[in-house]
């Protein structure tokens, strides 16, 4: 039995004047020479500082930012522009960076601190010390803090020394969830508790591989899975099916077959691709050819499912009273075959139950689409929401319970 997640209310921020919060962020956001990409993260974690700062605590946020080698400053991996983007959308307040963390000045940074700042620290990882959970490190960090919060979705599957050495630094009653991971928790763990069925779970993306865990679980959660992506292809020549040049994990195939003995001894349906749009090669400007049927003739591969499929999957989807979407039914980022991944992700919207889509290259779709506010969820965390879902306990939402 798992504890309760320990949330911001529970804090008793009251017993210290201005108190200190170390408040452990992903603001891992795709940045293309200085400019960020995609700001869904540093929007997420808004409402958590805004509501710490009006409690009047002094915040030291942190987080990593892709993967510099932890050997020090790494211009690249910088969170310069984050730091100027979180600035602008907290309008009125200003991000001081601390480019040296372990420095004696953050303590003064922290003293001299004005109630319209907040301190947000440079790169974790560029440290070593940050992925290799060094509790020395840990203590340095929570050092100067009286309470510590994770709001670091996206990250919470890492043992990370923020995730989970320095939040041992606090004594349990000190530490807790914001606002996000709570909302993160509820949907990705509450959806799936007791849920009124059917409960279907879409699953596309590359690899069997990356799923196969996920796949196992859902043969035991779920009534329908739906299987789209490059991963379809692995299942379709299993059953025998002609799949072209398409991408298949030859040595995956038992894993398939434990798989759908699995969803068969519990009475699981799965959906695969009755139809295909295809390329004859794997470039962006190829043009796409529609199978008509289930088989692909040689020498074409599979880069997005086709009319039949986009129906029979909808109708499922839309019939659910719980789905969960993860993983793109085809290369959504190339115009020609965006159209399987984009019918899946609007047929969520038109389901009137509750809909949450893992994080990853699915939420990247929904941002792609607009349609992120007519899902129920879309979560922050790719690898974090999988895992969580495969039933695993995250290190850093571990930490944070009672
Ligand atoms: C993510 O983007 O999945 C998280 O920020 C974790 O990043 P990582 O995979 O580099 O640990």
């Not at 100067?144 to 020394?161: I, K, L, M, W």
């Not at 398409?246 to 068969?264: F, G, P």
């Not at 591969?301 to 039949?308: A, C, E, T, V």
Request: glycine share 8%; with cysteine; charged share 25%.
């Amino acid at each position: 039995m798992v504890g309760r997640l320990r949330s911001l209310e529970d804090l008793n921020l009251s017993s210290v004047d201005r108190p200190v919060v170390f408040l452990r962020l992903d603001l891992n956001v795709p940045i293309k020479k200085g400019t960020i990409g995609d700001d869904t993260r540093i929007r997420a974690a808004l409402p958590t500082i805004k509501w710490l700062l009006e409690r009047n605590c002094r915040i030291v946020a942190c987080s990593h930012l892709g993967r510099p080698k932890g050997v020090g400053f790494e211009a690249e991996f910088s969170m310069e522009p984050v730091a100027k983007r979180l600035a602008e959308l907290l309008e009125t307040k200003e991000v001081v960076l601390a480019s040296d963390y372990l420095a004696p000045d953050l303590g003064k940074m922290i003293g001299d601190l004005k109630s319209n700042q907040i301190i947000l620290l440079e790169n974790l990882r560029f440290y070593k010390e940050e992925q290799g959970s060094d509790v020395e490190f840990a203590k340095k960090l929570a050092r100067f803090a009286n309470f510590y919060v994770n709001d670091a979705f996206g990250t919470s599957h890492r043992a990370d020394a923020s995730l989970f050495a320095v939040a041992e630094q606090f004594p349990l009653e000190k530490r807790c969830a914001g606002f996000l991971v709570k909302k993160e928790i509820d949907f990705l763990e509450g959806a799936f508790r007791n849920p009124s069925p059917p409960v279907t779970a879409v699953f596309g993306g590359a690899k069997v591989s990356d799923k196969i865990a996920v796949l196992n679980k859902f043969t035991q959660i779920a009534n329908n899975i739906v299987i789209g992506g490059a991963m379809a292809y692995t299942f379709l020549k299993y059953l025998g099916k002609d799949v072209g040049a398409s991408k298949v994990e030859e040595d995956k195939l038992d894993v398939v077959a434990e798989i759908m003995k699995n969803a068969e001894a519990r009475k699981v349906k799965i959906y695969l691709p009755e139809d295909h749009m295809c390329g004859d090669k794997f470039e962006e400007t190829v043009a796409a050819v529609a199978s008509n049927g289930v088989d692909i003739p040689a020498g074409f591969m599979g880069l997005d499912i086709g009319p039949k499929t986009i129906a029979t999957f909808s109708k499922v989807i839309e019939e659910s009273k719980v789905v969960i979407w993860n993983g793109p039914m085809g290369v959504f980022e190339w115009e020609q075959f965006k159209n399987g991944t984009r019918q899946v992700a609007e047929a969520l919207t038109r389901c009137k139950g509750v809909t949450v889509v893992g994080g990853g290259d699915s939420a990247a779709a929904m941002a792609k689409f607009k349609l992120e506010s007519k899902v129920s969820h879309v979560s922050t965390g790719g690898g974090a929401s999988m895992e969580l879902l495969e039933g695993k306990e995250l290190p850093g939402i571990k930490v944070i319970r009672n």
